[in-house]
């Protein structure tokens, strides 16, 4: 497969969790607004409830970003693979604002904010407290029609921490777009495994350098940055020659000529 990120006049742009500086992260609101504020596309994170609904959330638990303590203040401290996909959507979620109104959305309703053009990255998070996820991603991603559309459209790619959670679900879904995240530059030997599987690689935009990016570049891979959130930043990156870029707030990458 080709890389189309290598091939544009400027790089991608990814809104984190949506646009986690204008709405509550991970929400619909904030997938909206990340696409409303020039993002190209939106990321998600993904784990499962404690009946097998896929949801999309980032932390273990749920405190930080929820209303947990006033709903459900016996269990505030349990993880959420230990609520319903019923109890979870009693919650609120707080964004910059505080509370909002908006619930915990499921995987199957963000494609209705993508519309006809919009990416989607999915992280799949700590796949070894959501027993199962791999093989419901693979499922949804190869006989949803939704889903498997977005896929051969090249409007969709799975991202993890997780190599073997890549090399799993990229074997499983034919054509799709996996990157594997990293935290800190990668070794060679990282770049060289990764790229048997992935179109891409992910790292911290602070600790990014000249080197790592010719080494995922020299080996056929778009590299993305993470959460770049000053224009500063974006300057900088930009003149690495990085392929993507995530961020809080779309509207400080320049939109394209």
């Known amino acids: 497969m080709s890389v189309p990120d290598r091939h544009r006049d400027r790089p991608l742009v990814v809104g984190h969790r949506g646009a986690s500086l204008l709405a509550p992260e991970n929400s619909l609101l904030a997938l909206r607004a990340g696409l409303d504020a020039g993002a190209d596309a939106v990321e998600i994170d993904v784990q499962l409830s404690a009946d097998g609904v896929p949801v999309v959330f980032h932390d ?15 269990r505030h401290h349990l993880t959420l693979s ?4 019923e109890e979870l959507s009693q919650l609120q979620l707080r964004g910059p604002q505080g509370l909002s109104g908006e619930r915990i959305p ?12 919009a990416q989607l990255f999915v992280e799949v998070k700590e796949p070894a407290h959501s027993p199962g996820i791999i093989q419901l991603l693979i499922g949804r ?7 498997s559309a977005l896929v051969a459209q090249h409007r969709l790619r799975c991202i ?15 054509g799709l777009h996996g990157q594997y995240l990293v935290d800190q530059p990668p070794s060679r030997h990282v770049v060289i495994d990764a790229a048997r599987h992935c179109l891409s690689m992910g790292t911290n935009h602070r600790t990014l ?9 020299e ?9 770049v959130n000053t224009v500063a930043d974006v300057q900088r990156v930009t003149e690495l020659g990085v392929d993507v870029i995530t961020t809080d707030d779309p509207g400080l990458v320049p939109s394209g000529s």
């Open 160 to 174: 993890s921490f997780d190599h073997a959670t890549i090399r799993d679900v990229v074997a499983g879904v034919p």
């Open 106 to 117: 499921t995987l199957d309703q963000v494609p209705e904010v993508l519309g006809d053009h």
């Open 209 to 217: 350098d000249a080197t790592t990016v010719r080494a995922v570049h």
């Open 82 to 85: 230990s609520f319903s996909y």
């Open 60 to 74: 273990r638990l749920l405190q930080r970003t929820t209303n947990i303590d006033e709903v459900f203040p016996e």
């Open 219 to 227: 080996h056929g891979m778009a590299l993305s940055v993470y959460t």
């Open 141 to 147: 991603l190869t006989q949803d029609p939704v889903f």
